[in-house]
Nanobody, 120 residues
Framework: QVQLVESGGGLVQPGGSLRLSCAAS????????MGWYRQAPGKQRELVAI??????NYANSITGRFTISRDNAKNTVYLEMNSLKPEDTAVYYCFANVVTGWGRPPNVYWGQGTRVTVSS
């Protein structure tokens, strides 16, 4: 019913930048929180950033380096990543809390993941 498609991952040198995008489509009546998780090899999935109701929150590990933004007209959320470090290497997953119709409860939908590798 709802699809999230991510783009923008890749290989970047330490100190470099990347911009991830995640576009939602399908049966979207309304959309609440959107954000990004990441999962590094051998580690649990970690919440990176979230935007909801005009506010934003970030994990301590990326505060000051990453910026989350959102274009509601395009149902798209972005993650601008600067000053990247090797420890930022992970698969990044976007999510969206979506209501698909009047009176229906919200559900969380996930993107397929995009790999970010920070290495020289």
């Amino acid at each position: 019913q709802v699809q999230l498609v991510e783009s923008g991952g890749g290989l970047v040198q330490p100190g470099g930048s990347l911009r991830l995008s995640c576009a939602a489509s399908g049966s979207i009546f309304s959309m609440n929180a959107m954000g990004w998780y990441r999962q590094a090899p051998g580690k649990q999935r970690e919440l990176v950033a979230i935007t909801s109701g005009g506010g934003t929150n970030y994990a301590n590990s990326i505060t000051g380096r990453f910026t989350i933004s959102r274009d509601n007209a395009k149902n798209t959320v972005y993650l601008e990543m600067n000053s990247l470090k090797p420890e930022d290497t992970a698969v990044y997953y976007c999510f969206a809390n979506v209501v698909t119709g009047w009176g229906r409860p919200p559900n969380v939908y996930w993107g397929q993941g995009t790999r970010v590798t920070v290495s020289s």
